[in-house]
């Protein structure tokens, strides 16, 4: 289902706002019309992730391995060793791209099964990286999640959209506190929260409605809803600035 959803254009203006309405205590956003949480459900049923099966987990091994190691696996996993003994385990997602358009013109009905698999581990590493559990920089991901890409048959039993909304959490508790000025992770969901909220009520012609979010860009007019000008900045790249 993931794969369906095609390309989307993030508001970071509406993303922003909710980074600062977020409240790390509850895990929940404050907003003039009541608490809102993203919960295991909506991950589930709009996305199609599973949130029961196996525990996303890191062994103890893979937590202390070197880059050396990593890269060797990616080698043996995917048939591609990253050039640079620099970045510890995170490789660059463009690196990956590019190998995988040099790969795609040989991809046909005849391929053998271990081509495909290994094709397959790297777009796999690009989804994780780029969409479910994208960084700060918007252009790594990490080599870690080879041990899970090992085989591809068990990858269904696991329970991604759980560690996806935690990996979110987590992003969003740490954009919300400190000097933190951008924020990762599934921001795709976020841009849910907004239409599942109960409607504002409907105002006099003329009456201004004092606790809209700064950047919620829905504005009342006569009752009705229209999509207005954004009324904070735009971030750029692949992080919201605020």
């Not at 103890?60 to 696996?73: G, H, K, T």
């Not at 700064?214 to 009705?224: D, H, T, Y």
Request: charge should be neutral.
């Amino acid at each position: 289902m993931i794969f369906e959803l095609g390309w989307m254009q993030l508001d970071w203006s509406l993303i922003t706002a909710l980074a600062e309405r977020w409240r790390p205590e509850t895990h929940t956003f404050h907003l003039p019309t009541g608490e809102a949480a993203i919960m295991l459900e909506d991950v589930q049923v709009l996305y199609g992730l599973r949130v029961d099966g196996r525990a996303v987990a890191l062994p103890q091994y893979i937590r202390s391995m070197m880059r050396a190691q990593f890269l060797d696996m990616m080698m043996h996993f995917t048939g591609y060793r990253p050039q640079g003994d620099t970045g510890g385990s995170r490789v660059a997602l463009s690196a990956i791209r590019d190998h995988m358009a040099f790969l795609h013109p040989d991809i046909t009905g005849e391929t053998e099964d271990l081509h495909i698999e290994r094709y397959t581990r790297l777009a796999l590493l690009l989804l994780f990286g780029c969409i479910l559990f994208p960084n700060t920089s918007g252009s790594k991901v990490s080599m870690r999640f080879l041990h899970h890409l090992q085989e591809l048959d068990g990858l269904p039993q696991y329970s991604w959209g759980a560690v996806v909304l935690a990996y979110l959490y987590k992003s969003m508790c740490r954009a919300s506190m400190g000097p933190a000025v951008d924020i990762c992770g599934f921001l795709p969901r976020l841009q849910r929260i907004m239409p599942l909220q109960p409607p504002l009520p409907a105002l006099a012609p003329g009456e201004a409605y004092p606790l809209l979010l700064l950047a919620s860009r829905w504005i009342l007019l006569r009752g009705n809803c229209y999509w207005a000008s954004s009324l904070l900045p735009v971030g750029t790249g692949g992080a919201a600035a605020y």
